[in-house]
């Protein structure tokens, strides 16, 4: 069976601090993996979404960016957080089969920005 | 641009009642949807999925229906329980690489 993993699960971090945050899925190869934000009672805003190693694509302009540098590993960075940057942020993964379907969403992590 | 988005903001129904959470797309191109349910600091779980050649669809205790007519589509939960309680998002693949996800819906479910 899959499984997905993201870490940490809570972090608070100073405006201006770099962030690294690290989604890894087993059990399968070559997934579609997703980055999403969720602002507190909102839905979900997709952020990046990768078909493959090195393959990322951006929904929204800001100061964050995916890197997928092995198969099964996802990671959202940014080099100065906003207050903004405040949120609960979900890794999901999906099968690499023609048009994405159902996603399989991790725990999250919930990043607080002072 | 085309959004699918929700009616009710949140819901409270009694335990034991009967739940529904409806969902208005306005995406045409939409051939499947799905539900999720979402508790409090956790990732969404799926619920349930619907393809668009389909009206109905059941599953345990959940039924989603879909009216291409309207655009419209919604989720029945027989006999709410307490552990019912969460936010209900749908969702549509309108064809892009990534789901579409509604604003949610929050059951509140009385004893």
């Known amino acids: 069976s899959q499984t997905i993993h993201q870490w940490p699960a809570t972090l608070v971090q100073p405006v201006g601090s770099p962030l690294s945050l690290e989604c890894t899925v087993e059990?399968?190869?070559?997934?579609?993996l997703y980055w999403y934000r969720q602002a507190a009672g909102r839905g979900l805003q997709l952020l990046f979404y990768?078909?493959?190693?090195?393959?990322i694509s951006s929904e929204v302009p800001q100061n964050l960016s995916a890197s997928r540098p092995q198969d099964r590993q996802f990671i959202l960075s940014s080099k100065k957080l906003l207050l903004s940057d405040s949120g609960f942020y979900l890794c999901?993964?999906?099968?690499?089969?023609?048009?994405?379907?159902?996603?399989?969403f991790g725990p999250g992590t919930r990043l607080t920005v002072l | 641009g085309e959004s699918v988005g929700l009616h009710l903001p949140t819901l409270s129904v009694q335990e034991g009642d009967n739940s529904i959470i409806n969902c208005a797309y306005s995406?045409?191109?939409?051939?499947?949807f799905i539900w999720y349910k979402q508790e409090s600091g956790k990732g969404p779980q799926f619920i349930i999925d619907i393809r668009s050649n389909m009206d109905k669809r059941q599953g345990q205790r959940v039924t989603v229906l879909l009216n291409k007519t309207v655009k419209h589509l919604s989720l029945q939960i027989a006999a709410t329980q307490p552990g019912d309680s969460a936010v209900y998002f749908c969702?549509?693949?309108?064809?892009?690489?990534?789901?579409?996800f509604g604003s949610g819906t929050r059951l509140q479910v009385q004893p």
């Open positions: 995406n045409s191109a939409s051939d499947y």
């Open positions: 999901a993964w999906s099968f690499a089969s023609g048009r994405e379907n159902e996603q399989f």
């Open positions: 969702a549509e693949n309108t064809g892009r690489r990534a789901l579409t």
């Open positions: 990768s078909v493959g190693i090195g393959q």
């Open positions: 059990g399968t190869s070559n997934p579609n």
